[in-house]
């Protein structure tokens, strides 16, 4: 288990790093695949070690970007809101032991607000704390919302190409 997760981090950490971190979608958005690694963690992930992995993949960014800490920032701050998120999107019979954030598994319409909600709090926190002010907040939106729905659609298609369909339950 712990070899997958630290393989995990260095897929994520490197595809971003390497390949996706160079695409810019109209000079607004820009895509950040590795929130991938901390929203796909198994829900059974105990709440401090999802802080730790947050604050590592965060900081690597921070490192390969020279951020100073944005990433840092708002990838702790989405690691911690994960398990407010999960209680409240938990099934009538909740969660099952074996249960892992996959759009195959939960549903589309689970999935869906699960993700752009994540993706939407660490983006607003990230870029408004890049700009550093409120001086401009249109344009800072605009960059939001581009930036949520680049990162959203790459990881759903993560999800559909890279987490197995679960066939019935024995």
Do not use: K
């Not at 590795?34 to 921070?62: E, K, R, V, W």
């Not at 019979?93 to 996959?102: A, F, I, L, R, W």
């Amino acid at each position: 288990m712990l070899v997958r997760q630290l393989l995990r981090f260095g897929i994520y950490a490197g595809v971003q790093v390497f390949i996706v971190g160079q695409l810019s979608l109209f000079g607004l958005g820009w895509c950040f695949l590795y929130l991938g690694f901390i929203l796909f963690l198994p829900l059974s992930t105990p709440i401090a070690l999802q802080l730790l992995l947050g604050f590592a993949m965060g900081l690597s960014m921070d490192i390969s970007y020279d951020t100073g800490g944005l990433h840092a920032a708002a990838a702790v701050l989405l690691a911690y809101l994960r398990p407010w998120v999960l209680r409240l999107l938990t099934p009538r019979d909740g969660y099952d032991t074996q249960d892992t954030v996959n759009v195959h598994q939960m549903g589309w319409q689970w999935f869906s607000v699960y993700l752009l909600l994540l993706v939407s709090v660490h983006h607003v926190v990230y870029f408004f704390l890049e700009l550093g002010s409120f001086q401009y907040p249109l344009r800072t939106l605009g960059r939001v919302g581009v930036s949520i729905l680049f990162t959203s659609v790459a990881l759903l298609i993560v999800q559909l190409l890279f987490y197995p369909v679960r066939r019935g339950r024995s």
